[in-house]
């Protein structure tokens, strides 16, 4: 089974190893993105994906790593 965490924040505080612990009694294979440092900025709340499709998103090009994945 794959599993895709990703992080809200850089440091591995307790929400970090809750979601390790999780990852490691699923196991498989697991990728792990933190937020912003493997995207580069947050969504701008635009909703132009859920209205005119994935692709139409500002940020589709940053996206497609973690969209990719899954």
């Known amino acids: 089974m794959k599993t895709v965490i ?3 924040q850089s ?3 307790s ?3 809750n979601a390790c612990m999780l990852a490691e009694k ?3 294979e697991t990728t792990e993105f933190f937020l912003p440092r493997d995207f580069g900025e947050f ?8 209205v005119e499709g994935e692709t139409k998103c500002p ?12």
């Open 59 to 70: 940020h589709f090009e940053k996206l497609s790593r973690i969209t990719q994945v899954v």
């Open 43 to 50: 969504c701008c709340g635009c909703t132009r994906c859920f």
């Open 26 to 28: 699923i196991g498989g």
């Open 6 to 8: 990703v992080h809200g």
């Open 11 to 13: 440091h591995k505080g």
């Open 15 to 17: 929400t970090y190893n």
